[in-house]
Nanobody, 125 residues
Framework: QVQLVESGGGLVQAGGSLRLSCGMS????????MAWFRQAPGKEREFVGH???????????SYADSVKGRFTISRDNAKNTMYLRMNSLKPEDTAVYYC???????????????WGQGTQVTVSS
C-alpha cells in the first residue's frame, strides 16, 4: 500500500520561507510523477507544481503562475522524498498543502492516484 506523508507546515510571517517534505512508502519512487496541490478554506483545490519521474536526474518541473519564481520543487530519490521550498510567502499562500503521486505520467495537474493527508501552512500578514 503506497502512502504519502507530508511534513514541514506551520505558521510563518509574510515574506518568510518554509520547506515542506513528502515522504513516500515505495521501492520505486523514481518512477512516480509527483505534485503539490493546495486548498484554502472555502476554495477548490489548486495545482501548485509538479516534478516528473526521474532516473537519477532531478526531473522536470512546472509551476502554477501564482507561485512561479517563489516556490521550488525537488526530489531525492535515495530518500523517497519530494520537497517544496516556499520563499517570499504571502498571506494568500495560506492553505492545506497536499502531495500527490502517479505512475502513469500524467499531465502536470493530474490526475494523480495517491494523495497525502495534507499539512497546514499559515502565512500571517
Amino acid at each position: 500500500q503506497v502512502q504519502l506523508v507530508e511534513s514541514g507546515g506551520g505558521l510563518v510571517q509574510a515574506g518568510g520561507s518554509l520547506r515542506l517534505s513528502c515522504g513516500m512508502s515505495t521501492r520505486t519512487f523514481s518512477g512516480y510523477s509527483m505534485a503539490w496541490f493546495r486548498q484554502a478554506p472555502g476554495k477548490e483545490r489548486e495545482f501548485v507544481g509538479h516534478i516528473s519521474k526521474s532516473d537519477g536526474s532531478g526531473g522536470f518541473t512546472s509551476y502554477a503562475d501564482s507561485v512561479k519564481g517563489r516556490f521550488t520543487i525537488s526530489r531525492d530519490n535515495a530518500k523517497n522524498t519530494m520537497y517544496l521550498r516556499m520563499n517570499s510567502l504571502k498571506p494568500e499562500d495560506t492553505a492545506v498543502y497536499y502531495c500527490a503521486a502517479s505512475l502513469r505520467g500524467p499531465t502536470p495537474a493530474g490526475p494523480y492516484d495517491y494523495w497525502g493527508q495534507g499539512t497546514q501552512v499559515t502565512v500571517s500578514s
